[in-house]
C-alpha cells in the first residue's frame, strides 16, 4: 500500500527529534522504502551562480550548512540500523519553493505517501500548500511532540 514514502523533514534547530523513530514505525509497518527528503533554505538562485561565479558567489552545494548535511545522514544512519530501506536527499532552494520541491520529488518518485515532519504544518505554510495543490498521493502529518 505504501511502498514509496517521501518523508519530508526540516533540521532546523528547534525541530523536534522524534521523527526517525516514528518514520522507522511506519516504514516498518507498511513495508515500505522510505526517501528522506530536506530542502535547506539556501540563498543562491541557480541563475546568480552562473553569472557570478567569479565574483564570490557561493554554489548552491556550499549555500547549505554542513550542520543540516550532518543532520540527514544522522537520520538516514538512524533509519537504516532500524533496518527501513532508506535514501537520503538535501535539496538547496528559496523558502518559497519548498512545497514545490516536495511536490515534484513525490511525483518523480511516485510516491504513495507524503510525510511531512511537524515543522512543515506549525507556523508554517508548507503543509497548506501540499495540500492545496492535490497530490495525486496521501499526505500525512507527523503528530506535535509531546510536551514534557
Known amino acids: 500500500m505504501y511502498d514509496r514514502i517521501l518523508v519530508a523533514i526540516d533540521v532546523s534547530p528547534d525541530s523536534p527529534g522524534s521523527f526517525s523513530e516514528r518514520t ?3 516504514a516498518n509497518m507498511t513495508g515500505g522504502t522510505v526517501h528522506l527528503l530536506h530542502v535547506a533554505r539556501g540563498h543562491v538562485v541557480a541563475y546568480d551562480i ?3 561565479s567569479g565574483l564570490g558567489v557561493l554554489v548552491g552545494e556550499d549555500d547549505v550548512a554542513a550542520d543540516e ?4 545522514q544522522d537520520a538516514v544512519d538512524q533509519l537504516a540500523a532500524a533496518g527501513v530501506p532508506v535514501h537520503g536527499e ?3 532552494a528559496t ?12 511525483n518523480e518518485l511516485s510516491a504513495d505517501v507524503i510525510v511531512l515532519g511537524h515543522p512543515h504544518h506549525r507556523g508554517s505554510s508548507v503543509a497548506e500548500q501540499v495540500i492545496r495543490r492535490r497530490p495525486t498521493c496521501a499526505v500525512l502529518l507527523e503528530r506535535p511532540p509531546q510536551e514534557a
Not at 69 to 72: A, G, I, L, S
Open 90 to 92: 538535501l535539496v538547496n
Open 50 to 52: 552562473n553569472a557570478g
Open 69 to 72: 548535511r550532518r543532520t540527514v
Open 95 to 106: 523558502e518559497h519553493d519548498v512545497a514545490d520541491i516536495i511536490l515534484q520529488r513525490a
Open 24 to 26: 522507522a514505525q511506519f
